[in-house]
């Protein structure tokens, strides 16, 4: 199992980024997958996560309404757009799969994956 995360830079407050993890070694919707971040000094925070299967969707309240997770399985990626960025989601930005598979249910805990990217820093900064 491979990932590997792509699609960080600056952007100015306000602005808007997406981010690319293309999965490979395991097919997207086999595994639960999801979003993480960490910034300088805090520890990792899950953001997003989507389920194996149908997909079901679940987000941290921090980036509810901003931030949309998908997958598209025919190029085994997964995206993060990130609207409406605010300085403090400034951080590197990892993606991960989980091994445990449970119909309908993604975690955002990070301790709870298993395979991880290798991370993208985003800053957001005027």
């Known amino acids: 199992v491979q990932l590997q995360a792509s699609g960080g830079g600056l952007v100015q407050p306000g602005g808007s980024l997406r981010l690319d993890c293309i999965a490979s070694?395991?097919?997207?919707?086999?595994?639960?997958v999801g979003w993480f971040r960490q910034a300088p000094g805090k520890e990792r925070e899950g953001l997003s996560c989507?389920?194996?299967?149908?997909?079901?969707?679940s987000y941290t309240d921090s980036v509810k309404g901003r931030f949309t997770i998908s997958r598209d399985t025919a190029k085994n990626t997964l995206y993060l757009q990130m609207n409406n960025l605010k300085p403090e989601d400034t951080a590197v930005y990892y993606c991960?799969?989980?091994?445990?598979?449970?119909?309908?249910?993604?975690?955002?805990?990070?301790?709870?994956?298993?395979?991880w990217g290798q991370g993208t820093l985003v800053t957001v900064s005027a």
């Open positions: 989507i389920s194996s299967g149908e997909g079901t969707t």
């Open positions: 070694g395991f097919t997207l919707d086999a595994l639960p």
């Open positions: 991960a799969a989980d091994t445990l598979v449970i119909p309908s249910h993604c975690s955002t805990k990070y301790y709870e994956y298993d395979y």
